[in-house]
Nanobody, 124 residues
Framework: QVQLVESGGGLVQAGGSLRLSCAASGRPFSLYAMGWFRQAPGKEREFVAG????????YYADSVKGRFTISRDNAKNTVYLQMNSLKPEDTAVYYC?????????????????WGQGTQVTVSS
């Protein structure tokens, strides 16, 4: 499996921006589709965004489409989540995850490796 470590979370005002990073190690990064999930207090973990192993295909949850951008740099073994126009409802722990799926995975069982999460808090 691949090991994942997220960073970049923090406290930001509504309308602001944050950029999350996820560094991978242990297995060839380019073998994996990558995803970001989030979990708010008292809620289930939900899919946010995904990117194919090549970086050529990206896909998003409707709630973040147009505001968040996922990207990856296979040379740096890193995936990013640029979050703009943040809202209080974006407050959650954000998790990076890796999948060996050849398609566009977006469910929790599709992903076999997970990071420890990074807290994002958006104040109103």
């Amino acid at each position: 499996q691949v090991q994942l470590v997220e960073s970049g979370g923090g406290l930001v005002q509504a309308g602001g921006s944050l950029r999350l990073s996820c560094a991978a190690s242990g297995r060839p990064f380019s073998l994996y589709a990558m995803g970001w999930f989030r979990q708010a207090p008292g809620k289930e973990r939900e899919f946010v965004a995904g990117v194919k192993w090549s970086g050529t295909s990206t896909y998003y949850a409707d709630s973040v489409k147009g505001r968040f951008t996922i990207s990856r740099d296979n040379a740096k073994n890193t995936v990013y989540l640029q979050m703009n126009s943040l809202k209080p409802e974006d407050t959650a722990v954000y998790y990076c995850a890796a999948s060996r799926s050849a398609y566009l995975p977006r469910t929790i069982p599709d992903f076999g490796s997970w990071g420890q999460g990074t807290q994002v808090t958006v104040s109103s």
